[in-house]
Nanobody, 116 residues
Framework: QVRLVESGGGLVQAGGSLRLSCAAS????????MGWYRQAPGKQRELVAR???????NYADSVKGRFAISRDNARNTVFLQMNSLKHEDTGVYYC??????????WGQGTQVTVSS
């Protein structure tokens, strides 16, 4: 089992920045890919960004050039730096990871609200 705990959400004006953090604990030796999803009101949960243990990254088209995902393997933590935030970035952001057994783990979510 892997436990994920997010922090760093909040309220920010459009154009501002936020940095999300997610700390993993438990069976972290088996974790492979880590990432962030988000869910806006009335919409399905969508991938924002993900990063492999080796540092390869993928981003949703809507956040490319504005968001940056990074990972500190020594501290078992993944970060999401969000710049030039837009109102449409509002939602609950969930930390996610998968392991070598293809299990999926989710954090409890952190609210990001961007005022226009």
């Amino acid at each position: 089992q892997v436990r994920l705990v997010e922090s760093g959400g909040g309220l920010v004006q459009a154009g501002g920045s936020l940095r999300l953090s997610c700390a993993a604990s438990g069976s972290i030796f088996s974790v492979t890919i880590m990432g962030w999803y988000r869910q806006a009101p009335g919409k399905q949960r969508e991938l924002v960004a993900r990063i492999s243990g080796g540092g390869s990254t993928n981003y949703a088209d809507s956040v490319k050039g504005r968001f940056a995902i990074s990972r500190d393997n020594a501290r078992n933590t993944v970060f999401l730096q969000m710049n030039s935030l837009k109102h449409e970035d509002t939602g609950v952001y969930y930390c996610w990871c998968t392991d070598t057994y293809h299990n999926n783990y989710w954090g409890q979510g952190t609210q990001v609200t961007v005022s226009s």
